[in-house]
């Protein structure tokens, strides 16, 4: 059946206009003033803005991680994604040295077939470079994953060597994928945190002390320099500092093919949050960890001025009891990771559009069309088009609410922005022309999202 959303204020990445959206068969057939169809039904979005669904370049559901899961899966992720606005996520699938990136892969189809309620694809992360990889990455590139995913910290479990990096940045480039870093330096990281622990620093934010900006400041100016050489192109997840910021901006600068992202985490919360008693604190524990506050005028300032160009969640969501204790008596056993996938979008919105920060079509921008351009998916994500999946959010951007994990809807027993004030609210979610969540009311089907192939690195 048609549909036809009346009335709203489309926004994109380049326009804010008045007009009427035709939906039929999950595809936007037609934009313009006044349309009337026969039997087709109406959503009235006057007084509202109408938003290409949000994509999340950056989650990990159901990921095991520190002798633990994270807690929102496909189901629950996918479901608080479209609560929050975000029609599409790109989830990490993880590798293990040795086995086959394959079975890897089938892991990951298994965790989300008939979960999702929206679209998802899968970065691949790589641990080590050797023959056999190289053999399965012509095959991986031709099933849709066009992104590798290196991590430069988390010693002796995730952490691939330099070597690994430059070699993947090398291939990468070859094949047409797009290089991922987590930019911090583990070995450093590695000596901090045993020397806290022998000095008996056990406490929550021992995890951001051991990994001061310098150690980010650092890898993702190693990483960006080794993507100069390689003649290769990266993106830089989770910049938290402006130390980081700095080396990006630097390094584009210099001509080299790089981008980075932040979260809203880095945006609107800071160091002191690990502070807080009775180890509370742990609640706050994700890597790069939070900072000094000064540090959020430099990533907005980069996101308004290009330096920065996208905004992920890093979704990795622990519940505080049963999870996040683990670290209790030990800081580095908090499984690292928050929930975030719920309030990316409205926090950009509120924190972003409503203070003047970014422009309403930056922030279009920052949270959807950008990362579909980098990661193959545009033109069918991340804009509202002629052509395009209708994945289309209508936003109520008068609305004031609390955030809260009483009314959030991921799985987990905490929110990270627990009491903060935002305006702005997701009403009305469609994939492909279907209603996820209608009048704030989830009325989507497990299984409706699927896997989406995307396309080489820069071949749109
Ligand atoms: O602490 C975090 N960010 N956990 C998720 C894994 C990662 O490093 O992105
Ligand atoms: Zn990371
Ligand atoms: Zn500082
Ligand atoms: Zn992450």
Redesign the pocket.
């Known amino acids: 059946m048609k549909k036809v959303i009346k009335n709203g204020t489309i926004v994109t990445a380049t326009d804010t206009y008045k007009g009427d959206i035709l939906i039929e068969n999950g595809k936007i057939l037609m934009i313009g003033r006044q349309i009337e169809v026969d039997g087709a039904e109406e959503i009235d979005a006057s007084g509202k803005y109408v938003f290409p669904g949000g994509v999340d370049p950056?989650t990990?559901l159901e990921?095991p991680?520190g002798g633990t899961v994270s807690r929102d899966d496909f189901e629950t992720g996918t479901i608080a994604a479209a609560f929050g606005g975000t029609t599409t996520v790109i989830d990490?699938c993880l590798t293990n040295k040795g086995e086959p990136i394959a079975n890897a892969i089938q892991t990951w189809h298994d965790k989300s077939k008939d979960k999702a309620v929206i679209d998802y694809g899968f970065h691949l992360m790589i641990g080590e470079i050797n023959e056999d990889v190289l053999n399965e990455l012509p095959t991986v590139i031709e099933e849709g994953i066009t992104s590798f995913k290196v991590?430069m910290?988390?010693k002796n479990v995730l952490q691939a060597d330099d070597e690994t990096l430059f070699r993947t940045l090398v291939t990468a480039k070859e094949l047409g994928a797009l290089v991922m870093v987590?930019a911090e330096n583990g070995d450093v990281i590695d000596y901090l945190t045993k020397k806290a622990l022998a000095e008996g620093h056990t406490d929550p934010v021992y995890h951001a002390l051991t990994r001061p900006p310098e150690v980010e400041g650092e890898a993702t100016g190693r990483a960006a320099q080794l993507t100069g050489l390689a003649n290769s192109q990266l993106y830089v997840?989770?910049v938290s500092c402006a130390d980081a910021v700095e080396k990006i901006a630097e390094a584009r600068n210099k001509g080299i093919d790089i981008w980075g992202e932040t979260c809203p985490q880095y945006l609107v919360l800071d160091i002191s949050d690990l502070e807080k008693p009775d180890f509370e604190g742990a609640k706050y524990?994700?890597?790069?960890p939070l900072r000094e506050k000064h540090h959020q005028e430099a990533l907005w300032g980069a996101l308004k001025n290009g330096q920065l160009q996208t905004l992920g969640s890093?979704q990795?969501s622990f519940d505080f009891k049963g999870q996040k204790d683990l670290g209790k008596g030990n800081f580095t056993k908090i499984p690292?990771?928050?929930p975030m996938i719920e309030d990316r979008v409205s926090i950009l919105f509120s924190e972003g559009v409503k203070k003047g920060r970014i422009t309403l079509n930056q922030f279009v921008d920052i949270m959807s069309t950008k990362n579909a351009k980098l990661f193959g998916l545009f033109p069918q994500k991340g804009t509202i088009a002629v052509g395009s999946d209708a994945d289309i959010v209508i936003f109520d951007p008068h609305v004031k609410r609390i955030i809260s994990a009483e009314t959030h809807h991921m799985a987990v027993d905490y929110n990270a922005f627990e009491g903060m004030e935002i305006t702005g609210e997701p009403v009305t979610v469609m994939s492909k022309g279907e209603f996820v969540i209608k009048n704030k009311q989830f009325v989507g089907k497990l299984g409706t999202g699927k896997y989406l192939k995307r396309a080489k690195y820069g071949e749109l």
């Open positions: 950056h990990h990921m991680f990490f991590f910290a988390y987590h997840v989770h524990v994700w890597s790069p890093d990795c690292n990771g928050g």
